[in-house]
């Protein structure tokens, strides 16, 4: 419920500040005087759009603040839109985002406007607004059914997807199998290319290595004057003095460590120039092998183990193409299970929204009645649809007859200007209950109607306003006599700029409010005598 309203630098309002009464609150004033101005702004500061053009002239921000109770615990919210742009929205002095914002005063205060008549008119909103009446009930089910419409359609996509892929991978399947043998008959090794490499090298200069590994060799362990020879005499001329200094010991030592590290290398280099003789075949064969890696190298643009990978990935797409039968089946029947448990789930929904409509419908025909629609009709219409969307598979269409002997026909070909407000009236009430919005806001619902349907409209809101906080937003006289608060909004001009204001109307303001209604004037004998009978009637 709304306890207060602050309005600040908003359009033609400077500053305003009222507090709202807990019934039937209602709003009146010239036109252009700044009612639709005061809803834009409690819409702003609800979550709505912000609009920096509405920013006072000569002001850098205008501020919208609110002040209520939800559910028994205080709430503040508020509102800033900067010139500039830029806007900030605050609850409880915390900031918020809109999103937050607006699901947070999504059951808090529902604003119903011309937008509102639109939507009933369109039939897409009709399942919306069936499902919305016992809701606690749906809601739960259409989770469901919104999960296995996600799992169907993914499991279906993947299956399209293969479809899509098997044409693909069929035409390229002859591509995609010489390639491959192409590259197992290489028959690669990771790294191949750089050990051939080398190996060649070695062939091609085999002969001048061969004759320094061979001399080498000899020099260190053959020659008369070996190395080796001469490294053991050094070291028994050193031993033999070894004990007269320690020094001596540790330099007969390393000789010793050098002769051993150089006997290991002499064995390494007689077997290397053993091995040292290769044919003019095996030249050709290294030769060969490395010249048909290179040219594979050269082909893909890719390195030996690059290929290597690539290999794998033909193979795994050429035993995808010969497992597209089975993958076909298995998401097949994958798709069809998913289906199958949507398809149930779609039943149930509809069930339970068939049971819903017929009680809507019940609900809606005691408020036409109620809002002088005495010999109206009104049916839900539920189609089975060909496809399950996620909110399963119904069509639901508002039908109405509003005079006897009609056929039932769309909201759209029937109804009038003020028929759709009533009609929108009665599911705001009936809606209302269901989903415990607290507090109404009506902004001309009086559109198309006058005299006794006025009259029938303000005593229905009097009525919600029972259950309901109601501000209400009227240039009816009918409607304007039912409120329990009742203000006036007027604009006037201060130093060459608009400026718009509301009055708290007291008993004696009402009458003069409301006989102003009826005449254009305050000052009608004719016209407050008719205004205080009229409070007078509204009162009982």
Do not use: W
């Not at 609110?66 to 900031?95: C, M, P, Q, W």
């Not at 005063?105 to 009933?120: E, K, L, P, R, W």
């Not at 289906?339 to 036409?368: D, F, G, K, N, T």
């Amino acid at each position: 419920m709304l306890n207060q309203i602050i309005v600040d630098n908003f359009a033609t309002i400077e500053h305003i500040s009222f507090d709202l009464g807990d019934s039937l609150n209602v709003i009146t004033g010239e036109t252009g005087a700044g009612k639709s101005v005061l809803v834009q702004a409690i819409s702003t500061v609800l979550g709505g759009r912000a609009d920096t053009s509405l920013v006072r002239t000569g002001s850098d921000k205008a501020v919208i603040q609110i002040a209520g109770d939800k559910n028994g615990e205080e709430v503040i919210i508020s509102r800033e839109i900067l010139a500039n742009g830029k806007s900030t929205s605050k609850l409880n002095g915390e900031l918020v985002t809109l999103a937050k914002l607006r699901e947070f005063c999504a059951d808090f205060v529902d604003i119903h406007g011309q937008y509102d008549n639109q939507q009933i008119l369109d039939p897409d909103n009709h399942i919306t607004i069936t499902d919305s009446f016992h809701a606690d009930q749906i809601t739960p089910e259409l989770d469901k059914l919104g999960a296995l419409y996600s799992e169907y359609r993914t499991a279906q996509k993947e299956y399209e997807d293969l479809l899509r892929a098997e044409a693909t991978a069929k035409q390229q399947k002859d591509y995609y199998q010489f390639e491959y043998n192409y590259i197992s008959s290489l028959d690669l090794v990771p790294h191949e290319d750089e050990e051939l490499s080398d190996q060649l090298d070695v062939m091609k200069n085999s002969e001048k290595i061969y004759s320094s590994v061979n001399t080498s060799y000899e020099m260190i362990h053959e020659a008369d004057n070996s190395v080796l020879t001469c490294l053991n005499r050094i070291t028994n001329e050193l031993l033999s003095v070894a004990n007269y200094s320690e020094e001596l010991t540790n330099m007969s030592s390393q000789i010793q460590d050098i002769y051993y590290q150089l006997e290991d290398v002499s064995g390494r280099l007689r077997d290397m120039s053993s091995s040292l003789t290769f044919s003019e075949e095996d030249l050709d064969n290294v030769s060969s092998r490395l010249s048909a890696i290179e040219d594979a190298k050269r082909k893909y643009g890719k390195s030996v183990d690059e290929i290597i990978i690539y290999g794998r990935e033909l193979e795994s797409k050429l035993n995808m193409i010969q497992n597209f039968d089975y993958e076909k089946n298995r998401l097949s029947e994958l798709a069809h299970h998913k289906y199958a448990a949507l398809e149930e789930q779609a039943e149930h929904v509809s069930e339970i929204r068939h049971i819903i409509a017929s009680r809507l419908e019940s609900a809606v025909m005691s408020e036409l009645r109620d809002l002088d629609f005495a010999n109206s009709d009104f049916r839900i219409n539920i189609e089975k649809t060909a496809e399950i969307g996620p909110l399963g598979y119904d069509k639901v269409e508002f039908l109405i007859s509003t005079n006897p002997g009609e056929p039932l026909m769309p909201l759209t070909r029937i109804a009038s200007g003020g028929e759709i407000s009533r009609i929108m009236l009665a599911f705001k009430h009936i809606i209302g209950d269901s989903d415990n919005v607290e507090t109404m806001i009506f902004d001309e619902i009086d559109t198309g109607i006058s005299g006794r349907t006025a009259l029938v409209v303000g005593k229905k809101l009097k009525e919600i306003a029972e259950h309901h906080q109601i501000l209400c937003i009227t240039h009816l006289p009918q409607i304007a006599a039912y409120g329990r608060n009742n203000y006036l909004i007027t604009k006037d001009t201060f130093a060459g700029k608009s400026q718009t204001e509301i009055q708290h109307l007291d008993a004696d303001g009402k009458v003069r409010m409301v006989a102003t209604l009826f005449s254009g004037s305050a000052d009608s004998g004719n016209a407050l005598e008719a205004a205080r009978e009229l409070i007078s009637n509204t009162d009982n």
